[in-house]
C-alpha cells in the first residue's frame, strides 16, 4: 500500500464508532475502571492504582504499566487508564445486593482515602464504552442530563465517609425483532455508603462506612438495575451526555449579530457617500486635467505591475503556509462531517482529538 493512503487509514482507525453494542441476553458486560479526577485540583490518577479499593480483574493489573502507542493516543491526553474491574455485570439480570470484596485497610490506606474525600475526587467508570455518570432531572427539560463520574466519599457533620455500595442503573434499548437482543443507551451509577455490607436500609438515618486513620476493614457491594428506555435511542445515547443550550441565548446572539452587521453597513454607507460628495467637484472639470491624469495613470499602472510580479522575499514559505492551511482545513471538514453523520459524537472527544493530532502531522 502506497505511503499516501497509510495516514488516512491510521486515523480512521482512531475514530471508534460512537454507536451501540448488541447484547443478548445473558451475555456478560465487563466495567471497566477509569480514573479519579476533582475540580479542585487537575491530578488524575488511576482508580486501579488504589491502595485501599477492591483489586481489578487480575492482581497483575495494579502495577501493569501500560505501553504507550497512536492508537490510544486520546486516552493518554485525557488521563484515561482503563483496567477490568472485577464487577460481575450481566445482561438483563439484575442484582439486589452482592458483596464484591472485603479490603483490610491499613492505617496509611485510611489518610490517603480521606485526603482523596477531602478533595472532592470523583471516579469514573467504563461500561460499552460510557462513562458512568449520575442523572439529574429538572421540570423544565424531560431528558435527563448526565454530570460524568460519582463521588469517592463525602464529608457528613465533618466526618469523611467512603462510598462503598454503588448501583448501576443501565438503561437499554430492546431490539424490536428481537427483544433478547439490546443496546445499551446510558450507564448510571449511584453510590452510598453501608456497613457491614448491608445494602438495604430499614431507616433513613442507617450508619455509614466512616473514614478513620486506624485500621479497619471495608466490605465493597453493589446492585445492578435494568431499565428499559423508551426516549434515549441507541444513535442518540451520547446526548444525553451535553446540556442542551437554551434557545433563548441564540435568540440574542442573533439579534445582537444582526444590530453589529447593522451598525457597520450605515458606517460604510456614510463614508462612501461623503467620499463621492467630495470627488464630485474635483471630477467637474476633467478638461484641464486630462493631461495629468494620464500620466498619473501610467505611472500607477507600472507601479502596480513592477509590484504584482516582483518576488516577495520570503515567498518560499507561500506554497509551505498553502499546503498547511489545506491540511487543517481537510482534517477540521473530516472531523465535522464525522460528527454530523453520527460516526462519532462532540461528547467523546477523545478519538476527535487523536484525530486532529495525527492528521495534523503532514501539515508540520
Known amino acids: 500500500m502506497s505511503g499516501r493512503f497509510l495516514i488516512p487509514f491510521l486515523c480512521l482507525a482512531l475514530l471508534q464508532s460512537a454507536f451501540a453494542t448488541t447484547y443478548e441476553k445473558g451475555q456478560p458486560i465487563p466495567v471497566f475502571y477509569n480514573k479519579i479526577f476533582s475540580h ?189 428506555s423508551t426516549i434515549v435511542t441507541p444513535a442518540k445515547r451520547w446526548d444525553t451526555y451535553i446540556i442542551p443550550p437554551d434557545p433563548k441565548l441564540h435568540a440574542y446572539a442573533l439579534i445582537n449579530s444582526a444590530i453589529i452587521v447593522l451598525a457597520l453597513i450605515g458606517t460604510i454607507a456614510i463614508i462612501w457617500f461623503k467620499t463621492l460628495r467630495k470627488d464630485a467637484p474635483v471630477h467637474s472639470d476633467e478638461s484641464e486635467l486630462k493631461i495629468h491624469d494620464d500620466f498619473e495613470d501610467i505611472i500607477g499602472w507600472r507601479l502596480i505591475h513592477r509590484d504584482v510580479f516582483r518576488r516577495p522575499i520570503y515567498g518560499g514559505l507561500l506554497a509551505p503556509v498553502l499546503g498547511t492551511g489545506v491540511q487543517l482545513l481537510t482534517a477540521f471538514a473530516f472531523a465535522v462531517g464525522c460528527v454530523q453523520s453520527g460516526f462519532c459524537h462532540p461528547a467523546r472527544s477523545g478519538p476527535l482529538i487523536a484525530w486532529f493530532i495525527i492528521a495534523s502531522i503532514p501539515a508540520a
Open 40 to 228: 479542585l485540583t487537575h491530578i488524575p490518577y488511576t482508580y486501579a492504582s488504589l491502595p485501599f479499593i477492591c483489586p481489578p480483574h487480575t492482581q497483575d493489573n495494579r502495577k501493569q504499566s501500560r505501553q504507550s502507542s497512536f492508537l490510544i493516543l486520546d486516552q493518554d491526553l485525557l488521563g484515561d487508564r482503563l483496567v477490568q474491574s472485577n464487577y460481575e455485570v450481566t445482561a438483563l439480570e439484575n442484582v439486589e445486593c452482592k458483596t464484591l470484596c472485603t479490603q483490610s485497610w491499613s492505617i496509611e490506606d485510611a489518610i490517603r482515602a480521606k485526603e482523596l474525600i477531602d478533595k472532592d475526587y470523583q471516579v469514573e467508570w467504563r461500561l460499552d464504552g460510557l462513562p458512568g455518570a449520575t442523572a439529574t432531572y429538572t421540570n423544565e427539560v424531560d431528558l435527563r442530563a448526565y454530570r460524568v463520574g460519582f463521588p469517592l466519599g463525602q464529608i457528613i457533620n465533618d466526618r469523611p465517609i467512603i462510598n462503598n455500595h454503588v448501583t448501576f442503573n443501565i438503561l437499554y434499548a430492546a431490539i424490536p425483532d428481537d427483544p433478547n437482543r439490546i443496546h445499551i443507551v446510558g450507564f448510571e451509577v449511584y453510590p452510598d455508603s453501608t456497613t457491614n455490607g448491608e445494602c438495604k436500609h430499614a431507616k433513613v438515618d442507617y450508619e455509614r462506612q466512616q473514614v478513620t486513620e486506624r485500621k479497619m476493614d471495608v466490605t465493597f457491594t453493589y446492585s445492578v438495575r435494568w431499565t428499559e
